[in-house]
């Protein structure tokens, strides 16, 4: 069964660092599309970040755009996403999410169409 596993969250202060992993299960992230998500408290769950393994195509939301760098290892079957700069607004929940079919990275981040989720990580950003 397909599994998705998130880790590397934490409490950071502003301009700081974090790195997120998610770890799949049950299939191959080759030639296939994933995406990080994320979800503050009383809003809803918005695409960060998404990347295909099919065309090399990466998305990223434009509050994000030139502070986060997304990554696969396909060896280890594992996605990452690499946080500089963080500010308070970028904490939330975040979740990585896989689709049922072969999307493109604009349908799967934008349009949020994931059907497979990870259980979430927090990630706090505060002084």
């Known amino acids: 069964q397909l599994q998705l596993v998130e880790s590397g969250g934490g409490l950071v202060q502003p301009g700081r660092s974090l790195r997120l992993s998610c770890a799949a299960s049950?299939?191959?992230?080759?030639?296939?599309?994933i995406g990080w998500f994320r979800q503050a408290p009383g809003k809803e769950r918005e695409g960060v970040s998404c990347?295909?393994?099919?065309?090399?195509?990466?998305y990223y939301a434009n509050s994000v755009k030139g502070r986060f760098t997304i990554s696969m290892d396909n060896a280890k079957n594992t996605m990452y996403l690499e946080m500089n700069s963080l500010k308070t607004e970028d904490t939330a929940v975040y979740y990585c999410?896989?689709?049922?079919?072969?999307?493109?990275?604009?349908?799967?981040?934008?349009?949020?169409?994931?059907?497979?989720w990870g259980q979430g990580t927090q990630v706090t950003v505060s002084s």
């Open positions: 049950g299939f191959s992230l080759d030639n296939y599309v």
């Open positions: 999410g896989a689709p049922r079919r072969m999307i493109t990275v604009q349908s799967l981040c934008i349009m949020t169409l994931a059907n497979y």
């Open positions: 990347i295909s393994n099919a065309d090399s195509s990466t």
